[in-house]
């Protein structure tokens, strides 16, 4: 198993996806407290950690929110929980964990199902600049 230092979680995203690229580079702007690592889910790091944590890609493959020894999060659970840990105005998405996980999972996996039709695709995974290199394992 690949090891995650305690005070950090770990967000596997669909790498060649534009939606999750942007959503990443966003991430990292509003993660000013420094508690995300990267990784995309076709990379070693992402298939390591799909296989300990027994996740179905076929059901799941755009994002997972893994925090190491506390519990894993995906779909709209885990947009909603990164966005909290932002802090300040951000706390504001919590309102949305009142609606039910399925009918937000609707919403999520329609988007999820048309994300390359409605944002396109990249031929290969985001590679981070020399700034950002330290987020992606």
Sequence with gaps: MITIPKNKKLILFDGVCNLCNSAVLKIIKYDKKDVFLFAALDSDT?????????IDVEKIDSIILY???VSYEIKSTAALKIAQD???IWWLTSV???????????????????????????QHCLL????LKAKFI
């Design 128 to 131: 981070p600049n020399s700034k």
């Design 86 to 88: 932002f802090g300040g």
């Design 67 to 69: 925090e190491p020894n």
């Design 46 to 54: 992402g298939k390591k950690v799909i296989q300990h944590l027994k």
């Design 96 to 122: 949305f964990m009142f609606i039910p996980e399925t009918i937000r999972n609707y919403v999520y996996d329609y988007i999820a199902k048309n994300r390359y039709k409605w944002f396109g695709k990249k």
